[in-house]
């Protein structure tokens, strides 16, 4: 936020696809003053409990985290 304040830019449109949008999605959370909208697109936040289930079920995991973040450089 320090460079879109220093670059002069007040409130602002914020879009994210996949994983962005969770990072959309947060940055909207900790920044309200600043972020007026959030365009999100294929995003899991509209999932219902059966999709979540079903995901980490088929990742073997228990955190989202577990499944869109490396674990290791290799990941990356």
């Excluded at 909207?28 to 979540?52: D, S, T, W």
């Amino acid at each position: 936020m320090k460079l879109l304040k220093q670059l002069g830019l007040g409130k602002f449109l914020l879009g994210g696809i996949s994983y962005c949008g969770f990072v959309a999605y947060r940055l909207a959370h900790l920044f309200p003053q600043v972020v007026e909208r959030v365009v999100i697109i294929c995003f899991g936040v509209c999932m219902v409990y059966q999709e979540k289930d079903e995901l980490f079920r088929n990742n073997n995991s228990l955190a989202v985290a577990d499944i869109l973040l490396p674990q290791t450089p290799d990941n990356m």
